[in-house]
């Protein structure tokens, strides 16, 4: 609707107030609005579209709203986002396209739209990750990556039939993710046709690596990849010693795990709360590899005989306190479901390649940019229970019950004055408390309503 210029000035003077299903994104909207958080995006990346009424930049950035709200597809653009303006216009935004106008815009974008969408992903990951912090001050960083198998469409450009567990017939791609399980950021989100394997991804994707976080021969020493077995070939492993890194990686050959298993000459318990008996052994002698490395063998009951596994490490540490540090990759797993079920990760498929690759990059952000809230928002304010509460909540909660906080929105023109949140929904007094300090240097209120 056009507005006469009578009309346009009595809205920007008087207050416009909105009873919002989701409030205290509103105030996660207002404050990267205040801190400029997406300047970058709109000076970086260039979109070679026409614009008639909407930016192509403001259509992305309606799919990174949408995927904040939960919705796992740009059509639900339509339902969860466009209806409600007081959403949209916290972000920064003008006005909302509808879901057919953003999906041109993602099919109309290329591969130098995609390379510039992961400059701005670094770009915003070195100003604010907390991984560039422990790689500043040369603490351990604890790195872990793997392969995702993501079903598409037959038709859909550089899918082709992969490794796609319970789903042999499928067509699709690849999905390599790099994590920090000490921050719970992601480092990159890196898409190939199906048949890649793991093994031929782990030198590219550790170079990428290096590139972000400005890794030098020094910082490097300080860096422990967690990889499994997929990534454990004897060129991968050479590799990685070679260039300083700390590695625990579990060797890539069954058949060779048994054999070495053979040379064992004392077996100990393993505590495990996966399998009832689980016992570790060092093998001696070792393979030798490219610098001195430690290497167990793990076995495991199976029929009336033992399934073996190999862990190669360059940690000085007793074999049940290598395993233990091994199994602590399963979270690697549970964060990417908490990726698939919050963020939709799984679901956002496009049919043109650079278009699927910019969908994974707008997960990566999304991501990270509600594992940064989570330190925001740690005021001193805060209990000790709530700070605990906060450090818990995966991407799900976040998105389903922090962000979720219904209430009422509060604008003076371009600018969020106040955000009432609704006093009986159970997260409203965390959010309140965090986002209060958050918002108060620009002048917003956030404040509990009355019941």
């Not at 106008?101 to 670094?122: I, K």
């Amino acid at each position: 609707m056009k507005l006469s210029g009578g009309s346009l000035i009595w809205r920007l003077r008087s207050t416009e107030v909105f009873s919002s299903p989701c409030a205290s994104l509103c105030a996660l909207g207002e404050y990267l609005r205040q801190q400029e958080f997406f300047a970058p995006l709109y000076n970086e990346v260039h979109i070679a579209q026409k614009t008639a009424q909407h930016d192509p930049i403001d259509k992305l950035l309606e799919v990174l709203i949408c995927a904040l709200r939960g919705a796992p597809t740009v059509y639900e653009i339509n339902t969860l986002v466009r209806p409600y303006p007081e959403v949209w216009q916290a972000f920064g935004l003008h006005s909302c396209a509808e879901q057919s106008t953003v999906a041109d815009t993602l099919n109309a974008c290329t591969q130098d739209n995609v390379a510039q969408f992961r400059a701005v992903n670094d770009q915003l990951f070195r100003q604010y990750g907390q991984t560039m912090s422990q790689v500043q001050s040369q603490s351990c960083v604890i790195l872990e990556i793997d392969l995702f198998g993501l079903p598409t469409g037959a038709t859909a450009e550089q899918a082709v039939k992969g490794y796609f567990p319970r789903k042999r017939t499928r067509r699709g791609h690849q999905l390599v993710r790099v994590t920090n399980p000490q921050t719970n950021e992601v480092l990159g989100h890196w898409l190939f046709p199906g048949t890649m394997t793991s093994a031929a991804v782990f030198k590219e994707t550790a170079q990428a690596i290096e590139h972000l976080l400005q890794l030098t021969a020094t910082t490097r020493a300080h860096v422990l990849w967690r990889l499994d077995a997929g990534f454990g070939t004897d060129a991968n492993i050479n590799w990685a010693l070679w260039r300083s890194y700390q590695l625990l990686v579990k060797g890539f050959s069954g058949k060779r795990a048994a054999k070495l298993a053979r040379s064992v000459q004392q077996w100990t318990k393993a505590p495990s709360v996966d399998y009832t008996e689980r016992d570790v052994g060092r093998i001696l002698p070792p393979i030798r590899y490219g610098r001195r490395t430690a290497q167990w063998s793990v076995r495991v009951p199976f029929k009336q005989d033992y399934k073996y596994a190999t862990l190669i490490t360059t940690l000085d540490d007793t074999g049940a306190n290598v395993v233990h540090q091994y199994d602590l990759r399963a979270g690697l797993e549970n964060q990417a479901g908490g990726d698939m079920r919050g963020l939709g990760l799984g679901k956002r498929k496009k049919k043109r390649w650079p278009a699927q690759q910019l969908m994974m990059l707008i997960v990566q952000l999304a991501h990270n940019l509600l594992v940064w809230q989570n330190t925001w928002v740690q005021q001193p304010t805060l209990t000790a229970q709530e700070q605990h509460i906060i450090k818990e909540h995966g991407i799900y909660r976040i998105i389903h019950q922090r962000l979720n906080v219904d209430g009422k929105v509060s604008r003076k023109g371009a600018k969020v004055t106040q955000i009432e949140l609704n006093p009986l929904h159970p997260s409203a007094t965390l959010v309140q408390k965090g986002f209060q300090a958050l918002l108060t240097p620009f002048g917003t209120r956030v404040i509990l309503g009355q019941i």
